[in-house]
């Protein structure tokens, strides 16, 4: 009687399984072919597409366990998809893509193309104003892209470091050789070389007699002939390829000095290009090209979140690539990351039984003074039970792999040129009194020498594999 009361239940689960894939429902997007005015019904044939994210943003609410929400190859997306409901545990909500396989990926993008009429030169610098979609404010500009290619944010010097000349503690820093006129850099951000690992960001409350006041103290007392540079004021604006965004008004300067109207110029404004929020979980992101935030491409943005699996992505220029707040039993897994400011993947603190698998992480925190705590893949402090395992790492500003939980298995990774901007670091960086019963195994790292530019002359690099 048992066996058939056991046979009986698994008789059930198979036929509630089967029901709810039969009653699962692809969802399909064309951005240029699609109508959002179609009904659901139409929207689950391929030749009757729905159009928009804004589309999906209203209808996700009534995603059930297996529907599909499938996106057009070869078509691009600027706008933030939202996810806050759930699959379960055999039949996940999947966004993926369709569509020939030999066409590109889908993409994403936190950008928004600026119109090509409108522009008015000054000089040598054109302006136009920005008109954002509803939701987005003017601060959340943080980047602009002129035919792909990433834009310079007016600074001074035009490349690298003024050096200083007294010294800086606290929320005092002081250049002798800075004689502009009294207020002159009130109101600027300064971006400070303080240690061997460490930068540090800090906005200029007041400036008279080359003594700059911060907003907040330092996170290190400087020595003199240590390099900073300065962002955040019109002023300058004075070299090709750099761009500066006030109000409204985007103002820039080609790198040919040719009108922008004659290119496609690109700002950012989405933080993130895919959301997943509240406790949302069995979720399957797949094969959709993710690119151009201001902050995370792909982000899990609070929590808990279980079993999300972010598959065959490609995700490019934001501060990190992929971010999970608290991901438990979660996974990223051949996927490419690149170009981040800051990381490429972050489990964040509180993540749990989560992976990163077969991954390629390349040119992650190479701009100085922009790294803050970065790695290629970065499980957080308390991160436990986690697992590093099979991928690429290359070309970080500082460590390739690091990590501060316990329990975190790092295993078969090939780690190459790390350290490129930073140093006191490593390929394979463990840090703090948590990391407990971590493993590394069979791991490969090369290239690891340090970088102290912004430093004195005299400083030596520090680097380990």
């Given at each position: 009687w048992s066996a058939i009361m056991v046979s009986g239940r698994g008789i059930l689960h198979c036929l509630l399984l089967c029901i709810s894939l039969c009653n699962a429902a692809n969802y399909y997007f064309d951005s240029v072919g699609g109508d959002d005015t179609r009904?659901?019904?139409?929207?689950?044939?391929?030749?009757?597409?729905?159009?928009?994210?804004a589309k999906f943003n209203l209808i996700q609410s009534t995603l059930l366990p297996g529907d599909q929400a499938l996106f057009l190859r070869g078509r691009k997306w600027n706008d933030q998809l939202r996810i806050t409901v759930s699959g379960n545990a055999t039949s996940p909500i999947i966004v993926g893509?369709?569509?020939?396989?030999?066409?590109?990926?889908?993409?994403?993008?936190?950008?928004?193309?600026?119109?090509?009429?409108?522009?008015?030169?000054?000089?040598?610098?054109?302006?136009?104003?920005?008109?954002?979609?509803?939701?987005?404010?003017?601060?959340?500009?943080?980047?602009?892209?002129?035919?792909?290619?990433?834009?310079?944010?007016?600074?001074?010097?035009?490349?690298?470091?003024?050096?200083?000349?007294?010294?800086?503690?606290?929320?005092?820093?002081?250049?002798?050789?800075?004689?502009?006129?009294?207020?002159?850099?009130?109101?600027?951000?300064?971006?400070?070389?303080?240690?061997h690992?460490?930068?540090?960001?800090?906005?200029?409350?007041?400036?008279?007699?080359?003594?700059?006041?911060?907003g907040s103290s330092l996170n290190a007392n400087v020595p003199s002939g240590y390099g900073y540079?300065?962002?955040?004021?019109?002023?300058?604006?004075?070299?090709?390829?750099?761009?500066?965004?006030?109000?409204?008004?985007?103002?820039?300067?080609?790198?040919?000095?040719?009108?922008?109207?004659?290119?496609?110029?690109?700002?950012?404004?989405?933080?993130?290009?895919?959301?997943?929020?509240?406790?949302?979980?069995?979720?399957?992101?797949?094969?959709i090209r993710v690119e151009k935030n201001a902050d995370t491409n792909i982000i899990l943005a609070d929590g808990p979140n279980t079993a999300i699996k972010i598959i065959g992505c490609q995700c490019a220029y934001a501060d990190t690539g992929i971010f999970f707040h608290t991901g438990i039993g979660s996974i990223v897994q051949d996927s490419s990351v690149s170009f981040q400011t800051q990381s490429g993947i972050q489990l964040g603190v509180a993540s749990r039984n989560t992976s990163a698998v077969n991954n390629v992480i390349s040119d992650i925190s190479l701009t100085p003074g922009y790294a803050v705590n970065s790695a290629g893949i970065i499980?957080?402090?308390?991160?436990?039970?986690?697992?590093?395992?099979?991928?690429?790492?290359?070309?970080?500003?500082?460590?390739?792999?690091?990590?501060?939980?316990?329990?975190?298995?790092v295993e078969g990774n090939i780690v190459d040129n790390p350290m490129l901007a930073l140093s006191d670091g490593g390929g394979l960086y463990a840090w703090g009194d948590f990391t407990f019963g971590s493993v590394l195994v069979n791991n490969i790292v090369t290239n690891v020498y340090g970088n102290v530019d912004g430093m004195l002359l005299t400083d030596t690099p520090l680097a380990n594999a």
């Open positions: 009904t659901p019904t139409q929207a689950q044939t391929m030749t009757t597409p729905w159009k928009s994210i893509s369709y569509g020939a396989t030999t066409d590109p990926l889908p993409v994403f993008s936190g950008a928004i193309t600026v119109p090509t009429t409108g522009w008015l030169k000054t000089g040598s610098i054109y302006s136009t104003n920005i008109t954002f979609p509803p939701g987005i404010s003017a601060a959340s500009v943080e980047n602009v892209f002129i035919d792909g290619t990433k834009m310079i944010y007016a600074r001074a010097p035009n490349s690298g470091w003024y050096r200083i000349t007294a010294g800086a503690s606290g929320t005092t820093m002081t250049d002798s050789n800075r004689n502009e006129a009294s207020g002159y850099w009130t109101g600027a951000t300064v971006r400070i070389r303080t240690s690992y460490l930068y540090d960001v800090e906005q200029v409350t007041n400036f008279a007699n080359g003594v700059f006041s911060l540079f300065l962002e955040g004021k019109s002023q300058l604006l004075d070299a090709p390829s750099e761009w500066f965004f006030s109000g409204s008004t985007l103002s820039l300067m080609t790198a040919d000095g040719s009108n922008p109207s004659t290119h496609t110029v690109e700002v950012v404004v989405w933080n993130s290009s895919i959301v997943v929020s509240g406790s949302a979980s069995y979720i399957t992101i797949s094969n499980p957080g402090q308390f991160a436990d039970y986690c697992s590093i395992i099979n991928n690429l790492v290359n070309r970080t500003g500082y460590a390739g792999i690091h990590f501060g939980g316990p329990h975190v298995r």
